[in-house]
Every structure is written in structure tokens, then in C-alpha cells.
């Protein structure tokens, strides 16, 4: 891939959804076409699950209907990310092909009937993506209304991993790339444990049902083995696509912040990020989990704009409740995404379906046609959307990354064997991030090892798996003046899985001054205290005996059982900079407090008041802050900002304090400063 990606072909904020014609009689189109314009539209995605109408039989492709309907969308004004039809497999193949359906752990083939029924490493099924992909680029790589290519969809998101005798077979190969042979396996995986030594590489298989515990190492090697093969998957049609349309972007849509496939290698084979967004309308606090997952899609490719490729007008149709989004909810949302980077709003889809699995997900335009609610709220968005186009291009202005490490994950979630399943990189992950959200800082993603240039703090909630490298980039960072934060149970093993000698935080000991004598978790029902400052608060979960090094400080003590008394949080003077350990799994306000003076000894301000439904994040060109503001909360907040600041949306003058109304937004210009201009509540009247 080149070093600059290619660019999306269209001038404006996207706007617009999934559609899909070919559900609908011709007659149709034209009145898609005159709601589309009334409506801002001026995106839209096709025809993602339509390749048995575009191949009706092996090799006799249709492509009229698609000719005719991608000529109108561009006489219409309406650009086309254009998927390769690749989503899923037509039922003719998986016929002539049964072995190429995927298996499930227990051996049972998965049948035709939904989507995504195939096995990524398939021979089979890579051959035909290649050739279907061919010959969409051959047809339609010259169309004007061309904007990118979208290639297959949502991967891993029915399946992500296979069992079959292919995957198998894959999986072996994987493994020799990896180790070589035998004996660096055997060693990688440590097999002299319960007498688990190979002595050909044909007895290895995917990981099973077991009559117990399974080789923690394979476990992790079949989570890293899996995202790989779906990652060659997806470059197979990269490398056509390049072939024959070497100027037209692509993308894949990711899945925000998706367990099952590390989005950092899939982010460097394409040019644009692109995410399917769907909040919990039933969570009043589902923006916090969002901040996280836009977070990582703009770090993904060095804070460059992605796309909101996917999102739901209302009510989504597969959860096991669906509730509808509250009126002003789309809005919120939406213009929440745009803050933290997108240059789209996009939704599935634009027209309600009216039969299939998804005629109950809502769509822009819904089952009463342009009186539907979601039209009319979607159309007042899209024509919004026009007086927020300078922000397009532009970039997010962020203080505080927060690693994101999908070995971590997969190590911490996959391997049976740990001092307890309540503790995982994900939840910690979370749970930090809403600490730094309630104190006002969005965050960026970075990797364990860097760049952590133009941040001053950077915080790790949890690295299980842990190397030197890492350790030598976060010192260095410390060291030049930033702070580092490291959660509990980070540094415990290799990337094989092998207890670092001298044991946690194994590589991190020096930069952060303490070693681990001992896990401690927390039984279910039960919280220790830990003493922080002048307060105390809940640890459930997870604690550790810690022993600190000369020249760390003790902060924070465990002040409750086995380990009252002993250090729960440190702090240790590394350079220029800090680097603090946080052994306990806190409650809320515990990590609100400690993240608190972290950022207070770096530097940066934090929120003295904090509330939940209160959002900031600046966008910012070479001259301009851009500082979206946003209520998501039902209750009218009162904000300090900055005084005389243009409000984009109302085209008005700001004071220094104004009220957001339930689900409200301003989008505030104001030159560009040192630092993004920091939002805090009004101080509270005295009654």
C-alpha cells in the first residue's frame, strides 16, 4: 500500500445510508431519488448482499439493474461507496462447495441461511472473492459516482473463527511461519505441562472441548491465528481492487471497538477507517462506551478522519429488547461522532425494510414513508450537517492516549487458567475511559510500544501481555516529561504466554518501582476499601500484594483484609515525568480520583464538577477550534465557554455561559489556541 491513502471522492460531509434497490420494484427508485435530495442525502452505500442477483449462476452475471441504478444516483448528486458484493457467499457456491461452510467448535457445519456463511480460509471462497471482486472493478471502476470501494462487510461479525479441517489445516501453517518447527513451538507453547508435547505438526488441531483447561498459548496463538486469516481474506480483494482501480480508496466496515479482530493491522492494509456505531438507545450512558470506540477509529490511521459508515435511525432489531431512540437522540449521536472525527453520518439504511431478518431495524426512511419520524429527524440532521462542513478534514484534539493492545484482550478473555475471569482488558478499558470522560478528556488509542508523540498522558488499564519494547517506549516517554498510568495485572507474561521472571509487572518493574508478590482477586459479592487521600473506596474484583522499590511513593493503601495496610497505588519519578501503578480495580470515583491527580501532575485541568451526559472534544484546524459541545442527558446543563465564541449550528455569539437543552449541541469556533478550549459545568447558584 502506499504511504499516502487514497482520498474519498466527495466534496462534503457524508450523508446518507445503506441501500438496497434491488429489494424494491424500479418504479420505486424515482421516489428514492426525490427523498434522497430532500433529504441532504449524498452517500449511499451499495450492493452489499447482492451478489446472487449480480451472478445468478457461475459465471452469468446481471448487471443491469445495478447499471441503471448506480447512473441515477450520480445524475442525482448521490456519490456511491461501493461494496465489492463479497458479504456474503450465493447459495449456488456453498451447494457445489458444502466444505467451504464454516464449522463450530463442536464440529457442527454452520447452514445457508443467514449471512457470512463461509470459512475464511477457504481456497474456494478466496478464489471467488478474488473473481467477484475483478469483476466489480472491471465493470464499475470508471463510473463516476464512484467514491470507494467497501469490500465484503463487517467482518468476523457472525463468524470470526472456524474449526474445520481447512482451518485446521491453515492453522498449521500459521503456526510454522510463526515457530519454524517443532521444538520452537513445544518451547513457545510449553507443552511439558500435563504432558501436551507434538511430535508432528498433523496432531496439532484448532483448540476444542477438552476434558480440561486447554494450553493457554494455543488459545491465544488460535485468537491471533483467526483475526490473521480474515485479515489475508480482506487483502486478497485490496490487492484486485489495487490492481485495477489503483487511484479509488477502500475500506472495510469495522465494528468499533471489536474483540475478535486487531483493527490496528486491518487499518494499515486500507486508505480510510470506516465504523458501524450502534449506542444502546435502552443505555442512558452508551455515549461514554462511543467516545471509546470513535477514539480508536481516528487513531487507527494517526488521527486522520474516518467515516460513521453505519448507525441506526431509532431502534436497532437485534438486541434482545429494541428500544427506539428518544426524540433528539439521532441528532446527539450523530454530531457525537462528527466531534470525535467523522466526516460522515451514515445510517443503516435508508429505506425500511419490509421483510427479511431486519424489517424491524430502523431506517431513515421508515414504514410510513416520509411522515416517519426517523425521516423527519434525519432530514433536519442532513441539512445541519451543511453548516458543519468546515469541519471537514479537520482533526480532534487530544492530551490523553489510552493503549489498546489486542493480545492483552484476547489473553485476558480467552485463557481459561487466571486468578479470575472478572477481570479483562475490555472492562478495564472502559472503565477508565469513563473516568477521563467524566473528568473532560477524550481520549485517542495508541499501541503499547508508540508513537506517543503530542500527548502528556498516557494510560495503560491493562497489559497482561507485556515486552521490552513496550517498557522501553513508555520510559522513554516518562522520561521527557509525559505521565504514565499502568492498571493491575499488566506485565504478568510474554507473548508466549510465560510468566516473566521474577514475575509482574515483569518488563514495567523498573519504570514503575514496584514488583508483585502475589494476585489477589476479589470473590463475587465482596469489595475491599482502598485508602486514596482523604477518602476511601470500593475495590471489587481484583487486588494485589505489592512490594515498592526505593524511590516509589504510596499513594493509595489497601485499608481492608489480607491486604489492608500494604500499597495499592504508587507513583515514581521517571525523568522529567511519572509513571503511576494502580494494583486494585476501583470503583468509579476511586478512578476519578486517582486519574484526577495524574492529570493534575501533568498538567493538564480537570473537571472540579463532573456529570456523565456532559461531552466537549475540539476539532481543530491550523486557525480554528472547533469545540462540539453535547447534552446527552434528558436535564438542561450549564457550561462555562469561552466568551465571544461563534456557535456553527445558530450562526449566533456565545457568553461565557450558556444551557444545553435536553440532547443539545453547540459547535463552537474560536481561533486556535495552545491547548483546545476546556468545558466545564457553571458554578452552582446558592439558593
Same mark, same amino acid.
Given at each position: 500500500m502506499a504511504d499516502t491513502p487514497r482520498a474519498v471522492r466527495i466534496d462534503a460531509l457524508a450523508f446518507g445510508g445503506d441501500y438496497n434497490p434491488d429489494q424494491w420494484?424500479? =418504479?420505486?427508485?424515482?421516489?428514492?431519488?426525490? @427523498?434522497?435530495? =430532500?433529504?441532504?442525502?449524498?452517500?449511499?452505500? @451499495? /450492493? %452489499? !448482499? $447482492?451478489? /446472487?442477483? @449480480?451472478?445468478?449462476?457461475?459465471?452469468?452475471?446481471?448487471?443491469?439493474?445495478?447499471?441503471? %441504478?448506480?447512473d441515477l444516483l450520480h445524475e442525482n448528486g448521490i456519490a456511491i461507496d461501493l461494496a465489492t458484493a463479497t458479504a456474503t457467499p450465493p447459495s449456488w457456491l456453498l451447494r457445489a462447495h458444502p466444505e467451504m461452510m464454516p464449522m463450530d467448535a463442536d464440529g457442527h457445519r454452520l447452514e445457508f441461511g443467514s449471512r457470512q456463511a463461509y470459512c475464511p480460509s477457504s481456497p474456494v471462497w478466496r478464489q471467488n472473492v478474488a473473481r467477484m471482486a475483478r469483476a466489480m472493478a472491471e465493470r464499475y471502476g470508471d463510473h463516476p459516482g464512484l467514491a470507494m470501494w467497501h469490500i465484503s462487510n463487517e467482518y468476523g461479525d457472525h463468524v470470526s473463527r472456524c474449526w474445520c479441517p481447512e482451518s485446521a489445516a491453515h492453522f498449521r501453517r500459521w503456526l510454522r511461519d510463526r515457530y519454524g518447527d517443532l521444538d520452537g513451538l513445544n518451547d513457545a507453547w510449553g507443552v511439558n505441562v500435563w504432558g501436551q508435547r507434538y511430535t508432528s505438526w498433523d496432531h496439532i488441531e484448532?483448540?476444542?472441548?477438552?476434558?480440561?483447561? %486447554?494450553?493457554?498459548t494455543q488459545l491465544l496463538d488460535f485468537e491471533r491465528f483467526s483475526s490473521d486469516a480474515m485479515l489475508e481474506l480482506f487483502r486478497i480483494e485490496v490487492d484486485v481492487l489495487r490492481e485495477v482501480t489503483p487511484d479509488i480508496a477502500v475500506t472495510t466496515n469495522f465494528m468499533s471497538m471489536f474483540r475478535d479482530l486487531d483493527y490496528w493491522d486491518f487499518a494499515a492494509a486500507e486508505d480510510v477507517v470506516t465504523d458501524d456505531g450502534y449506542p444502546d438507545p435502552a443505555d442512558p450512558t452508551s455515549h461514554v462506551g462511543a467516545a471509546l470506540n470513535y477514539g480508536l477509529m481516528r487513531s487507527l490511521k494517526g488521527g486522520r478522519p474516518w467515516l460513521l459508515l453505519e448507525s441506526s435511525a431509532s431502534a436497532t432489531s437485534w438486541r434482545d429488547i429494541n428500544v427506539p431512540k428518544a426524540p433528539g437522540k439521532i441528532r446527539v449521536e450523530s454530531l457525537q461522532a462528527v466531534a470525535h472525527g467523522s466526516d460522515a453520518v451514515m445510517f443503516f439504511q435508508w429505506r425500511q425494510a419490509a421483510y427479511g431478518q431486519e424489517k424491524f431495524h430502523s431506517s431513515m426512511l421508515g414504514h410510513r414513508g416520509e411522515r416517519s419520524r426517523s425521516f423527519q429527524e434525519t432530514k433536519a440532521l442532513g441539512h445541519e450537517l451543511k453548516r458543519l462542513e468546515v469541519v471537514r478534514g479537520t482533526r480532534v484534539r487530544s492530551r490523553v492516549a489510552l493503549v489498546v493492545d489486542w493480545d492483552s484482550w484476547w489473553g485476558s478473555s480467552a485463557v481459561e487458567s487466571l486468578p479470575s475471569q472478572r477481570l479483562n482488558w475490555a472492562r478495564q478499558a472502559r472503565a477508565w475511559q469513563r473516568a477521563l470522560h467524566l473528568l473532560g478528556h477524550p481520549v485517542d488509542a495508541v499501541k503499547a510500544a508508540g508513537p506517543f508523540d503530542g500527548y502528556d498522558v498516557v494510560v495503560a488499564p491493562n497489559l497482561y501481555i507485556a515486552d521490552a519494547e513496550q517498557a522501553a517506549a513508555l520510559t522513554a516517554f516518562a522520561e521527557a516529561g509525559g505521565t504514565v498510568v499502568v492498571g493491575p !495485572? $499488566?506485565?504478568?507474561?510474554?507473548?508466549?504466554?510465560?510468566?516473566?521472571?521474577?514475575?509482574?509487572p515483569g518488563p514495567f518493574r523498573e519504570l514503575l518501582g514496584v514488583e508483585v508478590d502475589e494476585q489477589w482477586p476479589v470473590d463475587d459479592g465482596l469489595a475491599e476499601i482502598v485508602a486514596y487521600g482523604s477518602h476511601a473506596y470500593d475495590s471489587p474484583i481484583w487486588g494485589e500484594w505489592i512490594e515498592v522499590l526505593p524511590g516509589t511513593e504510596v499513594r493509595g493503601s489497601y485499608a481492608s483484609g489480607e491486604l489492608g495496610g500494604l500499597p495499592a497505588v504508587t507513583s515514581r519519578a521517571i525523568g522529567a515525568g511519572s509513571a503511576w501503578y494502580v494494583s486494585c480495580v476501583l470503583d468509579d470515583d476511586g478512578l476519578v480520583a486517582v486519574l484526577r491527580d495524574a492529570l493534575a501532575g501533568a498538567g493538564l485541568p480537570a473537571r472540579a464538577r463532573v456529570d456523565i451526559h456532559l461531552e466537549a472534544v475540539t476539532r481543530s484546524d491550523a486557525d480554528t477550534d472547533y469545540t462540539f459541545v453535547l447534552n446527552h442527558g434528558r436535564t438542561p446543563l450549564t457550561v462555562e465557554v469561552p466568551d465571544g465564541a461563534h456557535d456553527l449550528i445558530t450562526g449566533g455569539t456565545t457568553a461565557p455561559t450558556l444551557t444545553l437543552e435536553r440532547f443539545g449541541v453547540v459547535v463552537l469556533a474560536t481561533p486556535r489556541g495552545e491547548s483546545a478550549p476546556f468545558i466545564t459545568l457553571a458554578p452552582e447558584r446558592l439558593p
Open positions: 420494484s424500479e =418504479d420505486v427508485w424515482a421516489e428514492d431519488m426525490r @427523498l434522497m435530495r =430532500d433529504a441532504g442525502v449524498n452517500m449511499v452505500s @451499495l /450492493p %452489499i !448482499f $447482492s451478489w /446472487p442477483q @449480480l451472478e445468478p449462476e457461475p459465471g452469468v452475471y446481471d448487471w443491469g439493474w445495478l447499471d441503471r %441504478i448506480m484448532t483448540p476444542k472441548k477438552a476434558p480440561g483447561p %486447554i494450553t493457554p !495485572f $499488566s506485565g504478568v507474561v510474554d507473548d508466549t504466554e510465560k510468566v516473566h521472571e521474577g514475575g509482574a
